[in-house]
T-cell receptor
Framework: QKEVEQNSGPLSVPEGAIASLNCTYSDRGSQSFFWYRQYSGKSPELIMFIYSNGDKEDGRFTAQLNKASQYVSLLIRDSQPSDSATYLCAVNREYGNKLVFGAGTILRVKS | EAGVVQSPRYKIIEKKQPVAFWCNPISGHNTLYWYLQNLGQGPELLIRYENEEAVDDSQLPKDRFSAERLKGVDSTLKIQPAELGDSAVYLC?????????????FGEGSRLTVL
């Protein structure tokens, strides 16, 4: 079992729709969770982080965390073609204070 | 403010040859990371520095990989000798300090092709 699991996709959504990206993690002691966006051929860039259970909103992005279920998600409202990228979930593992990345989900927004 | 700078961007070498990658982090960032990213995979940590001290090198293949961060600023990652399986993108990242472990700023990466 991988420490951080994501559906590889691709997830295809029409422009203007809500894109829902999911991530599960295995280390129950993990305390902080991050979403990075990576355009093709580019390096990852941080778009959201969440530390507490519940929702955190930033513009069109909402991160959701459920520690009991060991589940993190990212919602992108009003998806745009420019949102087409790979979205990497990253979890700060309690043991060793180490950031572990999932393999990423490819998102394609069709205009 | 300048971001994380890496060089070279691309490198093609024959197997068994040595290669070195250089990284200059964001000014004032004490923590520096080297990650490896294979196609279709997420970044995997090779080594993390706090200033000039390597605090996590558990995933660094020490038989052929070495790294240094002299004076706690720039860092160099070396592979000697390179193997076919080392073909990947080597990402350098920095963060303000250890407490911001997840808020990383990445460089553009160095893409290595071993023939």
């Amino acid at each position: 079992q991988k420490e951080v699991e994501q559906n590889s996709g691709p997830l295809s959504v029409p422009e203007g729709a809500i894109a829902s990206l999911n991530c599960t993690y295995s280390d129950r002691g993990s305390q902080s969770f991050f979403w990075y966006r990576q355009y093709s051929g580019k390096s990852p860039e941080l778009i959201m982080f969440i530390y507490s259970n519940g929702d955190k909103e930033d513009g069109r992005f909402t991160a959701q965390l459920n520690k009991a279920s060991q589940y993190v998600s990212l919602l992108i409202r009003d998806s745009q073609p420019s949102d087409s990228a790979t979205y990497l979930c990253a979890v700060n593992r309690e043991y060793g204070n180490k950031l572990v990345f999932g393999a990423g989900t490819i998102l394609r927004v069709k205009s | 403010e300048a971001g994380v700078v890496q060089s070279p961007r691309y490198k093609i070498i024959e197997k068994k040859q040595p290669v070195a990658f250089w990284c200059n982090p964001i000014s004032g960032h004490n923590t520096l990371y080297w990650y490896l990213q294979n196609l279709g995979q997420g970044p995997e940590l090779l080594i993390r520095y706090e200033n000039e001290e390597a605090v996590d090198d558990s995933q660094l293949p020490k038989d052929r990989f070495s790294a240094e961060r002299l004076k706690g600023v720039d860092s160099t990652l070396k592979i000697q000798p390179a193997e076919l399986g080392d073909s990947a993108v080597y990402l350098c990242a920095s963060s303000l300090d250890f407490t911001n472990t997840g808020e990383l700023f990445f460089g553009e990466g160095s893409r290595l092709t071993v023939l």
